[in-house]
Each structure stands twice: as structure tokens, then as C-alpha cells.
């Protein structure tokens, strides 16, 4: 899951575990939950957080393959603490987004089991279904991406239908993208990017500055996009996709940025790799084909594109924002900054 960090080497005291498991398997059952035996390990793929792979055996004999996700913050990795930004920190995000919205309904997402939530001692657990298929960057048959770009349309719809219905528990912690939220990123990356005395630091402290004197109108145009809630970081090394039982299952996996913006950013990150543009175009259209009603203001595909390339920039702007100390793991190790000059100059800012 995520990216590869360092193991942490504190964990949580099996006692307190095993009594957190078994009042959050209580409630999911709707019956009092023993656990007779259970089984633990780090494992190797954390995200920014401790993640423990746990084997569960309880007193009626059911078994479980459970993930653990500590997201308290004694839990953050020393890696990540040291560049995750302080404003994106809110343990309770993810809980939300589990609990209130996808474990309704049958997305493929992994199945929620619990949440121990103690605000006095800081304390954010989260108990998930361990889902083991395969990340979707390790796929080379294109058709699967264009599959995944379809589902992602169809979770954007149910979402948006669910935050409109009556009844339905709005997620009070997730992110806002709004004008403040667009503006911090492209400060934070020209703060970062700054004039030096290089050639190369100059050019490309002039490159940011230029798309900075222009960001108000791309703010504006990413503010009139339909909004739902988003994944956040929709990249492939955060979804999984099982194809292995005939039915295609798709399960995005850490919702740490899951926010209330534009659909297109989860969209654009689906569409980060290396393909050809032609490719990039295929993937975007499996989206835009698969809603079920388009909005009319991507009625023009001319338009829908140049909106896509929009929140394109935007996540380039992010990842040169993210931290002054941070580099982008292998999966998005590009120049981001270049990539950023070459969308704004295609977009005519």
C-alpha cells in the first residue's frame, strides 16, 4: 500500500489491540466478538502512517484478514513527518470517508470493519478488510486502465448523489478545494523554487514566477468544475485491481486527501504516467463516456480536455508545493516543474 517507508519500530501494546478489535468487530457484527487468537506484522508497504497486517481467528471459529491503519499522529513515519505539510493533517479524514460514505455500498472499496477513535489520547485506529490484488501501475493491458477510468466515473456519481441526499452524514474533516486551498499550493511552490545563482535556479524561479502572475484564472477555472468528493491522490500506486475471480474489482487505497473538489484532479492523476497523449485521451474519454450524464459544459470535448489539463497543472503545482525537502518516490519522479511550463504554455495562461 502507498509508498515504501521504514519500518517504525514502536507499535501499538497487543492488550490494547485485542480490546479495540473486539469492541470494533462487536459493532460490525451486531454481537459480542471474542478473539482467540491473533497474529501481526508490520507491514511492508506503509503509507505514511503504521499499517499492520493482522490474521484473526475468533471464538466462533470465523476467520480474518484485517488491516490495521494507526493514524494517530505517534504513528506517522518519521519519513512523512518530516514533509507532510501540518494543514493537510486530520487522522479523522479517512475514518470518515469509510465509515460514513463508502461502507454503504458495494464500490469494490475495501470492506470497513471499525474505527477506535479517543481524541483525548490522541488515539485514531482504523480497521479495513486486507484487499491483496495487484496495484494498478504494475498493469501493462491499457483496457484495464481505460476500466478503471469508467469506475472511477461511476464513484464519482454515487458520491456526489450520496453528499446530495437526505439523511446522509456530511464528512465534516475532509479537504475544501477552494480558492484559499488553490492559492496555498502555488505559493508554497514558489516559495520553494527560489531565485539562486545558478542558471538553473534561475530559470526555474523565473518558470514558477510566471505561472504565479497567472494562477488567478486558472484558480477560476478549476473553482467552476462539478464538484464531488475525491480520492485526492487517485495515482496508480494507490489502486488495486483484482482480476483473478472474473469480476474486475477496483480498490483505491489511503484516502488520507480525500476532499470535496473537482472529479477531474482523481482523473488526472489516474492519467500521470508515461503514456502517449493519443493514450492520455483514451483514458479521459472511458471517463467522460461513463458518466452517466454529462454536464454540459463538457458537452464540447475541446472544453472537457482543457479543464483536465487544468487539474493536471494544479497536481503538478502540488508536488512541487509538497515540501522543500521532499522528492517524489519513483512511480511520479518527473520534472514536475517542466511539466508544469509545458501544460501552462499549452493552455495559454
Known amino acids: 500500500m502507498g509508498e515504501r517507508y521504514q519500518k517504525p519500530t514502536q507499535i501499538v501494546p497487543r492488550a490494547e489491540l485485542n480490546a479495540a478489535l473486539e469492541h470494533a468487530l462487536s459493532n460490525h457484527f451486531c454481537e ?14 506503509c503509507s505514511s502512517y503504521l499499517i499492520e497486517e493482522l490474521d484473526l481467528k475468533l471464538d466462533n471459529g470465523q476467520r480474518l484478514q484485517l488491516i490495521f491503519k494507526d493514524l494517530s499522529p505517534s504513528a506517522l513515519i518519521s519519513t512523512a513527518r518530516n514533509v507532510k505539510a501540518k494543514f493537510l493533517y486530520e487522522p479523522r479524514r479517512e475514518i470518515e470517508c469509510y465509515r460514513d460514505l463508502l461502507a454503504s455500498h458495494e464500490l469494490g472499496t475495501a470492506k470497513y470493519y471499525g474505527a477506535a477513535v479517543d481524541l483525548e489520547r490522541s488515539r485514531y485506529w482504523l480497521f479495513l478488510e486486507r484487499v491483496s490484488p495487484s496495484l494498478l501501475w504494475q498493469m501493462g493491458d491499457f483496457e484495464i486502465w481505460k476500466r478503471v477510468a469508467g469506475w472511477l466515473a461511476g464513484m464519482h456519481t454515487y458520491l456526489s448523489e450520496r453528499l446530495a441526499g437526505k439523511g446522509t452524514i456530511q464528512p465534516e474533516h475532509v479537504l475544501k478545494y477552494d480558492e484559499l486551498y488553490y492559492r496555498r499550493w502555488i505559493d508554497r511552490a514558489k516559495c520553494y523554487i527560489r531565485l539562486g545563482d545558478s542558471s538553473t535556479e534561475r530559470a526555474a524561479a523565473k518558470a514558477i514566477d510566471w505561472i504565479w502572475q497567472r494562477y488567478d484564472g486558472v484558480v477560476e477555472r478549476l473553482r467552476q468544475l462539478p464538484v464531488t468528493l475525491i480520492h485526492g491522490e487517485f495515482y496508480p500506486a494507490n489502486v488495486m485491481v483484482d482480476t483473478e475471480r472474473g469480476n474486475l474489482r477496483i480498490c483505491p487505497v489511503d484516502w488520507e486527501m480525500a476532499g470535496l473538489g473537482p472529479g477531474l484532479m482523481d482523473l488526472s492523476a489516474l492519467s500521470s504516467g508515461g503514456w502517449s497523449t493519443e493514450q492520455k485521451e ?38 512541487l508545493g509538497w515540501s522543500e525537502k521532499w522528492e517524489a518516490p519513483p512511480e511520479h519522479a518527473q520534472n514536475w516543474l517542466a511539466e508544469a511550463a509545458r501544460i501552462a504554455e499549452c493552455l495559454r495562461l
Open 282 to 319: 483514451s483514458i479521459a474519454f472511458a471517463y467522460l463516456h461513463a458518466l452517466p450524464e454529462v454536464p454540459a459544459i463538457w458537452k464540447d470535448r475541446a472544453r472537457f480536455l482543457a479543464d483536465l489539463d487544468h487539474c493536471r497543472l494544479h497536481q503538478a503545482i502540488v508536488l
Open 32 to 45: 459480542t466478538v471474542s478473539i482467540r487468537t491473533l497474529k501481526r506484522r508490520v507491514s511492508d508497504y
